[in-house]
C-alpha cells in the first residue's frame, strides 16, 4: 500500500517550484481561457474590436465599455500593495472597476492597465495592455507575474482575487508592523479599507478608510476624520479620474464577489484533483473509473459546504447603523436584474442591517456557477435546497429567517429555471 500511494501520488505532487494547479488536471498557464476578457482578447487580435486612446486616461474608458463595466463600481486604493505601486500613493490613488466577472486596475501614469476575470474553468486570470497609443492595442495573458501575490497560500494556493486592509503611511507604504489581514464579508466594519479611499455615510460605524498613519503614532489610531466622508478632493485631485468617489456599498459587493469567485474556484479544483485520484487509484485497483471513494466524498462535500455558506452569507458581519453610498453604485446595480413576478431580485439590497434583503448571492447565475463540474454542482443545489426549506439541521444558517428562505427560493424558482434539477443524488 505504501508502494502504491507514491506511485500515485507522485505525479500529483507539484515539485516545491511548481504550483498544484499548474498540474493536471487543471494545467492552469496551459490551459485556454474562456471569459469574458479572454473574448474582447480574442476581438482585439482579429481586428472586430478596436479601442480608442484618451490621452489622459489611456484605454480606461474604451476598456472599460468594451466589457461593459460602470464607472460607478470605481473603488480608490492607495495603499502600494500591487504590481505599479511606484505609481501608487494617497496623491495617485489606483482605481478599481468592476462589473459581475471582471476586475480593471487603472494606475495614473501607468505603464499598463491590469485586468482580471473569473474564468468558469481557470479561476482568475490576468490580463495586461500597454498604456500606448496604438493602432491595434494588444492584450497579453500574465502568469507568474501576478501568481506570486494572487496564487499562494493565504489565498489557498488557487488563482485568486483578493482584498486587503493595512495601515499606510503618508507616501502609501504599509506599514506591516501594524499588521494586515485579507478582508471578506465576515470581517467587522472596524477592520476594513485600511489602505482605501471610502465615500458613504455609515453613521457611528467605524472602519480603517481613508486612514494615514504618521510614523511614530501611536494605537488606537484616531479615524475620524475619515468617517462619512462624501467627497475626496481636498485629499487628491479627483479630476485626474473618471469619478470622485470611492463607494462604500460598492466596497462591500467587491468583497463578497471576490468571497465567492474565489470559493467557486476552489470547489472546481478540489472536484476535479478528486475525481482525477480517484480514477487514478480505481485504474491502479482494477475497479471501474468511476468506483467512488469516501474520500473524493468528502473532499467534495467540504468545498461545497464552504461554497454554500458563502452563498448565503454565513458569517457576515453585521450593520449596526444603515449605511449609504456617493456614486450611484447601489441605485444602477439593483436595477440589473433578474426579478421574479412581484419585482424581486437578489440584488436588492438592504443596508440597515445586512448587505442584501435576501442574502442569497447574485453569483448563482454566474458562468462559474454553472459551469461547476456535476459531482459539486449537484451537492451544493441540494444543500441549498435543504437549508432554504429548513431541512439542514445545522445552526450555521440561523440568520436566515423562514420568510427570508421563502422569498429565496421562489425567486431562484422564478429567475433560475432548472437549478433544483441540477440536485442529482
Known amino acids: 500500500m505504501v508502494a502504491l500511494g507514491l506511485l500515485l501520488g507522485s505525479p500529483r505532487l507539484a515539485p516545491a ?20 476578457a479572454s473574448k474582447l482578447q480574442q476581438r482585439l487580435e482579429s481586428g472586430e474590436q478596436k479601442l480608442a486612446f484618451d490621452k489622459k486616461l489611456g484605454y480606461l474608458p474604451a476598456l472599460l465599455e468594451a466589457l461593459k463595466i460602470p464607472v460607478d463600481s ?74 506570486q501575490c494572487h496564487g499562494t497560500s493565504p489565498v489557498e494556493n488557487i488563482p485568486a482575487l483578493v482584498a486587503r486592509s493595512l495601515f499606510t503611511d503618508g507616501s502609501g507604504q504599509p506599514l506591516l508592523s501594524e499588521g494586515s489581514r485579507y478582508v471578506d464579508p465576515s470581517t467587522p466594519l472596524e477592520d476594513r479599507w485600511g489602505g482605501w479611499y471610502v465615500t458613504g455615510l455609515a453613521g457611528k460605524q467605524k472602519h480603517l478608510g481613508n ?23 481636498d485629499r487628491f485631485r479627483v479630476a485626474n479620474y473618471l469619478s470622485p468617489h470611492s463607494d462604500l456599498v ?21 472536484t476535479r484533483r478528486a475525481l482525477a485520484y480517484q480514477a487514478d487509484l ?33 458569517d457576515e458581519a453585521p450593520l449596526t447603523e444603515p449605511i449609504q453610498g456617493t456614486s450611484g453604485f447601489a441605485e444602477s446595480f439593483s436595477k440589473r436584474g433578474p426579478s421574479d413576478e412581484k419585482g424581486r431580485s437578489l440584488r436588492e439590497f438592504d443596508l440597515k442591517t445586512r448587505m442584501f434583503k435576501y442574502p442569497c448571492s447574485f453569483l448563482i447565475y454566474s458562468e462559474g456557477f454553472d459551469a461547476l463540474p ?27 429567517s423562514t420568510a427570508d428562505r421563502t422569498a429565496i427560493l421562489e425567486i431562484l424558482k422564478a429567475t433560475k429555471p432548472g437549478l433544483w434539477d441540477e440536485a442529482k443524488p
Open 74 to 147: 470605481q473603488l480608490l486604493v492607495f495603499s502600494k500593495t500591487s504590481m505599479q505601486r511606484s505609481h501608487i500613493s494617497p496623491r495617485t490613488p489606483r482605481a478599481i472597476y468592476f462589473n459581475d466577472d471582471v476586475y480593471v486596475g487603472y494606475c495614473q501614469r501607468g505603464e499598463v492597465m491590469e485586468i482580471a476575470a473569473a474564468d468558469p474553468q481557470l479561476g482568475a486570470v490576468f490580463y495586461s495592455i500597454d498604456q500606448q497609443d496604438e493602432a491595434q492595442p494588444a492584450m497579453t495573458r500574465q502568469t507568474q507575474t501576478c501568481l
Open 374 to 400: 456535476e459531482a459539486v454542482k449537484s451537492y451544493v443545489v441540494r444543500k441549498l435546497e435543504a437549508v432554504l426549506r429548513g431541512e439542514d439541521p445545522s445552526g450555521k444558517f440561523s440568520h436566515l
Open 17 to 36: 517550484d511548481e504550483d498544484e494547479f499548474e498540474l493536471p488536471p487543471i494545467e492552469y498557464s496551459k490551459s485556454e481561457p474562456h471569459n469574458a
Open 282 to 314: 480505481n485504474k491502479a485497483l482494477g475497479d471501474p473509473a468511476d468506483t467512488p471513494l469516501e474520500s473524493t466524498t468528502r473532499r467534495i462535500a467540504n468545498a461545497g459546504d464552504k461554497l454554500v455558506e458563502a452563498l448565503l452569507f454565513v
Open 250 to 270: 460598492a466596497l462591500m459587493v467587491f468583497e463578497h464577489q471576490l468571497q465567492v469567485h474565489n470559493l467557486l474556484t476552489k470547489a472546481n479544483f478540489e
Open 211 to 233: 486612514l494615514i498613519v504618521q510614523r511614530g503614532d501611536k494605537r488606537p489610531f484616531d479615524n475620524v476624520q475619515g468617517l462619512n466622508v462624501t467627497e475626496l478632493g
